[in-house]
């Protein structure tokens, strides 16, 4: 089959490496057109994919079946939609989701229990580690009464203010933290 005098696999070829180079265009500047506005049912990345296994399936069909174009066309798009829909369902849906939940807010630091690593002198400054399930967060601290805190000592954070967690020596029983 021809479409304006060009064989429908060439025109299968040439959809596939142009929709291939707005992929990696998006890649490098996607973050522009998400922050002109959502655009959840017209989402570039399955538009271009769609685009990509359509292109794709039709291509490889047209070289190795002796189907009718028509045929090939509306499996393409089948099979594309299906493609398409595990791409969203299975890898984009649940990549948005776990990127919101990796970080952390100085504000859910309040009431955590960590570790002073340097040392807290009266009226001062020192360091503090808190261990989670997302990694290990070193923040400055200060006792909450300016008191002195030794290094390797369990504090738990009661406040922070400008970057610096307010805190004060804590004691538990490390048996009970285990259940």
Same mark, same amino acid.
């Not at 060009?6 to 998006?26: K, M, R, S």
């Not at 859910?108 to 009266?122: A, F």
């Given at each position: ?9 060439? $025109? ?5 490496? *142009? %929709?291939? =180079? &707005?992929? +990696?265009?998006?890649?490098? @500047?996607?973050? /522009? ?38 045929? $090939? ?5 089948? *099979? %594309?939609? =299906? &493609?398409? +829909?595990?791409?969203?369902? @299975?890898?984009? /849906? ?46 400055? %601290? ?38």
């Amino acid at each position: 089959m021809t479409l304006f005098d060009v064989p429908i696999d060439t $025109i299968y070829l040439y959809t596939f490496i *142009i %929709a291939g =180079i &707005l992929i +990696v265009i998006f890649l490098f @500047f996607g973050d /522009i057109l998400e922050g002109i506005g959502d655009m959840s049912f017209l989402n570039p990345v399955l538009i271009l994919a769609f685009i990509v296994f359509f292109s794709t399936s039709g291509y490889v069909f047209e070289k190795i079946t002796s189907l009718n174009s028509v045929i $090939i066309i509306a499996l393409s798009a089948a *099979i %594309a939609f =299906i &493609l398409d +829909v595990f791409l969203n369902v @299975f890898i984009l /849906i649940p990549l948005a989701s776990a990127e919101e939940s990796l970080g952390y807010t100085e504000e859910s630091l309040k009431g955590k229990v960590g570790k002073i690593i340097t040392p807290v002198p009266e009226n001062g400054f020192g360091e503090l580690i808190i261990e989670s399930k997302f990694g290990t967060i070193t923040k400055p %601290a200060t006792h909450i009464e300016n008191k002195f805190i030794a290094a390797g000592e369990n504090v738990l954070v009661l406040g922070l203010k400008n970057g610096v967690l307010y805190v004060e020596p804590y004691e538990y029983d490390q048996l009970n933290e285990r259940f």
